[in-house]
């Protein structure tokens, strides 16, 4: 279970230029690069990596650069995925022990639901700062 944002910027950069600059910058938040072709680079998040809870928050599970070649500059588009899948799991064994014990238990869902709604406002902000300083 994915949710997929997408996000353009225009730069008047030449396309290699910013190929070269995702691919520092996804090196340099150790993303591992799943394909490199012409104009697309596609990445993921290495999930087994050992970090903080604060670094997690501000990475991406999976996404990809496009860029195409205007007639001056470059069109770079940022698309990428954010997993909700622990959440709904937990979410939904707590809704069932809430039918079967006692409905306060639903309670203690709100702080899993208020960390992913962080988190998915957290990478859009992210993602914005990724894209601009790709296209200066």
Excluded: C
Excluded at 44 to 54: A, M, T, V
Excluded at 73 to 100: A, C, D, H, W
Excluded at 120 to 126: A, G, P, Q, S
């Amino acid at each position: 279970m994915k949710i997929k944002y997408q996000i353009s910027e225009t730069s008047r950069l030449e396309p290699q230029v910013i190929m070269d600059k995702a691919l520092i910058q996804l090196n340099a938040q150790h993303y591992i690069i799943e394909n490199k072709a012409d104009n697309i680079i596609s990445f993921k998040d290495d999930n087994w990596q050992i970090r903080s809870k604060g670094t997690g928050f501000r990475k991406v599970d999976k996404g990809s650069f496009e860029i195409t070649p205007l007639n001056e500059g470059s069109l770079i588009r940022y698309t990428y995925y954010v997993s909700f899948l622990p959440e709904t799991v937990i979410t939904t064994i707590l809704v069932i022990l809430s039918f079967t014990q006692s409905y306060f238990i639903i309670l203690i869902d709100l702080p899993f639901l208020i960390q992913l709604g962080v988190r998915i406002y957290t990478l859009k902000d992210v993602s914005k700062q990724m894209i601009k300083r790709l296209a200066n």
